[in-house]
């Protein structure tokens, strides 16, 4: 079985700051890692996702996130936040190759 | 690619009556999930396809809700009898062979029950 855990359900980071998004899974299997973002009343949009190759992985608009499998942590990080940054951010396990387990998410604010 | 697309994209039904969504994946993606999502959450699991074959159902997926994937390309979800707590985001993903892991979002059907 998967879960994950997201902590932090309202993240909110000035404009040109770090964005920090923590993610902790647990998975009885080598798990599969993903992080996507959501705009009000769209669909799911694939960030980055870890599969089994380089720990560290990089995604699309600037975003990065490490597996850390002594913390089962997939923290999603961004060095510079923008104002289109904001969103709703899930993080999402799977064991294999299935069903997606989501976390409950988080939403970032960016002020100027 | 062209990406997953859902119709309809708004549903405002009454309590009671029967409702049925559509899901077309992305081309040659064989394996179809749907998920729901309701407010302040994130999406769970309903149940998914491989080609034409509905291989797992969540226990979420009452008698009241099917789906089919009839050719092993679009698929539907039909609600019977709808309630007032069947007013959700649903979401259609796809993922293809080799990559089955990787699921690519549709934009959803967000329903309304009154």
């Known amino acids: 079985a998967q879960s994950v855990t997201q902590l932090g359900s309202h993240v909110s980071v000035s404009e040109g700051a770090l964005v920090l998004l923590r993610c902790n899974y647990s998975?009885?299997?080598?798990?599969?890692l993903f992080w996507y973002v959501q705009y009000p009343n769209q669909g799911l949009q694939l960030l980055l996702k870890?599969?089994?190759?380089?720990?560290l992985v990089k995604g699309i608009n600037g975003f990065e996130a490490e597996f850390k499998k002594s913390e089962t942590s997939f923290h999603l990080t961004k060095p510079s936040a923008h104002m289109s940054d904001a969103a709703e951010y899930f993080c999402?396990?799977?064991?294999?190759?299935?069903?997606?387990?989501f976390g409950t998410g988080t939403q970032l604010k960016v002020e100027l | 690619d062209t990406g997953v697309s859902q119709d309809p994209r708004h549903k405002i039904t009454k309590r009671g009556q029967n409702v049925t969504f559509r899901c077309d994946p992305i081309?040659?993606?064989?394996?179809l999930y749907w998920y729901r999502q309701t407010l302040g959450q994130g999406p769970e699991f309903l149940t998914y396809?491989?080609?034409?074959?509905?291989?797992?159902k969540s226990r979420l997926l009452s008698d009241r809700f099917s789906a089919e994937r009839p050719k092993g390309s679009f698929s539907t979800l039909e609600i019977q009898r709808t309630e007032q707590g069947d007013s959700a985001m649903y979401l259609c993903?796809?993922?293809?062979?080799?990559?089955?892991?990787?699921?690519?979002f549709g934009p959803g059907t967000r329903l309304l029950v009154l």
């Open positions: 993903a796809s993922s293809k062979a080799g990559q089955q892991e990787t699921q690519y």
């Open positions: 998975s009885s299997v080598p798990p599969y």
């Open positions: 870890y599969t089994s190759a380089a720990t």
């Open positions: 999402a396990v799977t064991g294999g190759g299935n069903k997606l387990t």
């Open positions: 081309s040659e993606h064989n394996r």
């Open positions: 396809f491989q080609n034409e074959a509905q291989l797992e």
